[in-house]
T-cell receptor
Framework: NAGVTQTPKFRILKIGQSMTLQCTQDMNHNYMYWYRQDPGMGLKLIYY???????DKGEVPNGYNVSRSTTEDFPLRLELAAPSQTSVYFC????????????FGPGTRLTVL | EDQVTQSPEALRLQEGESSSLNCSYT??????LFWYRQDPGKGPEFLFTLYSAGEEKEKERLKATLTKKESFLHITAPKPEDSATYLC????????????FGAGTRLFVKA
């Protein structure tokens, strides 16, 4: 199993541009998450999904959108990129709602200039 | 509001020098406390889940303990390959099942 994969690994955007961060998991997990990690800070939850067709906001959802059309894929959309969105983005998945460990992808390092 | 504070921010040890990392938490009804290891440029990797005060779990040189207000990650006779950032996270009974992460402790072990 590849686990959780993310693309791209690195990306530089100009202010106002848009992009989609891709996330795929092959563990048949129902629960998927998007986090951002800023230097010296803990991971902050952006959006999460409890299954195909169901998504909800986390702590810091502004400026982002998600969709979940399949169990495997959970893309994160950035509209009108801003410098404040410069961060490392991690996708994760878990088999259960609570108590269960989360499996993380390798991350996407995004810079907005 | 659920909150997690980790200390120290950074810890430098000599190989074989045992120590502990602290995770203080405030949560409305603890569902679970998690420890993750994160290597530079990689995603966090799961280590332990603790559910109730008094619980302990071990894995190689690592031992995690839990009280009602804090958790400790004890590292016994560390090796250079234990160098990483260690993240603590909690899930509470409110706020759905969102996981709140601390900022982490960066551990450096010198040979």
């Amino acid at each position: 199993n590849a686990g959780v994969t993310q693309t791209p690994k690195f990306r530089i955007l100009k202010i106002g541009q848009s992009m989609t961060l891709q996330c795929t998991q092959d563990m048949n997990h129902n629960y998927m998450y998007w986090y951002r990690q800023d230097p010296g800070m803990g991971l902050k939850l952006i959006y999460y999904s409890v299954g195909a067709g169901i998504t909800d906001k986390g702590e810091v959802p502004n400026g982002y959108n998600v969709s979940r059309s399949t169990t495997e894929d959970f893309p994160l959309r950035l509209e009108l990129a801003a410098p404040s969105q410069t961060s490392v983005y991690f996708c994760a998945s878990s088999s259960g709602r609570a108590f269960y460990e989360q499996f993380f992808g390798p991350g996407t390092r995004l810079t907005v200039l | 509001e659920d909150q997690v504070t980790q200390s120290p921010e950074a810890l430098r040890l000599q190989e074989g020098e045992s120590s502990s990392l602290n995770c203080s938490y405030t949560v409305s009804g603890l569902r679970g406390l998690f420890w993750y290891r994160q290597d530079p440029g990689k995603g966090p990797e799961f280590l332990f889940t603790l559910y109730s005060a008094g619980e302990e779990k071990e894995k190689e040189r690592l031992k995690a303990t839990l009280t009602k207000k804090e958790s400790f990650l004890h590292i016994t006779a560390p090796k250079p390959e234990d160098s990483a950032t260690y993240l603590c996270a909690v899930q509470g009974n409110t706020g759905g099942f969102k996981t709140i992460f601390g900022a982490g402790t960066r551990l450096f072990v010198k040979a």
